[in-house]
């Protein structure tokens, strides 16, 4: 009886764990480019500039990675909601069910 249920319960288990392992490893590398889109940020604010032109271009470098930065950080968000979702569903679909019911 117990090792029919284990069939049925560790494959669907084994499946999330799976994943959420994968989600993870996603959100940790997404936190070191966020890491580095930060540093690259204070890069180039502290770059001096001595004209108009320079002013321009190092804004428009500050607003593509403020871009970026929101991205990443968006995607971070959108993942760890996933992952949270697939460790309620692991539960929901029977990892903690008693397999003497």
Same mark, same amino acid.
């Given at each position: 009886?117990?090792?029919?249920?284990?069939?049925?319960?560790?494959?669907?288990?084994?499946?999330?764990?799976?994943?959420?392992? $994968?989600?993870?490893?996603?959100?940790?590398?997404?936190?070191?480019?966020?890491?580095?889109?930060?540093?690259?940020?204070?890069?180039?604010?502290? $770059?001096?500039?001595?004209?108009?032109?320079?002013?321009?271009?190092?804004?428009?470098?500050?607003?593509?990675?403020?871009?970026?930065?929101?991205?990443?950080?968006?995607?971070?968000?959108?993942?760890?909601?996933?992952?949270?979702?697939m460790m309620s569903e692991?539960?929901?679909?029977?990892?903690?069910?008693?397999?003497?019911?």
């Amino acid at each position: 009886m117990l090792a029919q249920v284990g069939r049925k319960i560790f494959p669907k288990t084994i499946f999330f764990f799976k994943m959420i392992k $994968q989600i993870e490893r996603q959100v940790r590398e997404l936190q070191k480019e966020l890491a580095e889109a930060q540093k690259e940020r204070h890069l180039v604010r502290l $770059q001096p500039c001595r004209g108009d032109m320079e002013i321009r271009q190092k804004d428009e470098g500050l607003d593509r990675i403020d871009k970026r930065i929101v991205s990443i950080t968006q995607q971070i968000r959108e993942l760890e909601k996933k992952r949270r979702e697939m460790m309620s569903e692991a539960v929901k679909k029977g990892g903690y069910e008693s397999p003497f019911n």
